[in-house]
């Protein structure tokens, strides 16, 4: 069984990808107005506690486009981190202890370069299968 203190550099790739595109789409989400098509809003205290949503325009084709985008890559890098084959090679009753520190694992240090060269970025995407 593999031990659980290095993971596979693409596994972390994918991880700190994932944590990138999921804080993008939360600050996305959070600028945008509550409703995508455009509503009046309204006001109901007929439940347990009031709620009240003011008059939204709705969002605009572009930012619906860039939403979906964004959901699209967060699942496909959901799926390479639960589903990537190092997860075989973790014995079962320590995989859950695992995952939770990959996810706390700061990303590997960048490499130094000189002036003369540039950092390969890492790739932008797991093969499609």
Partial sequence: MA???DFPDDLRTGQEELHQVRAELRELLRRLPWSVAPHDGFSDDNGWRRVERPA???WG???QALVSKL???EFELAVFVTSHPYWAEVAQ???AEARDRL???PPPAAPRTTSTESATPP???PPES
Wanted: avoid cysteine.
């Fill in 93 to 95: 009753e320590r995989r």
């Fill in 71 to 73: 959901r699209t890559r």
């Fill in 103 to 105: 996810k706390h694992t």
């Fill in 3 to 5: 031990e659980t203190r």
């Fill in 123 to 125: 790739p932008a995407a």
């Fill in 61 to 63: 084709a572009e930012d």
């Fill in 56 to 58: 939204s325009p709705g």
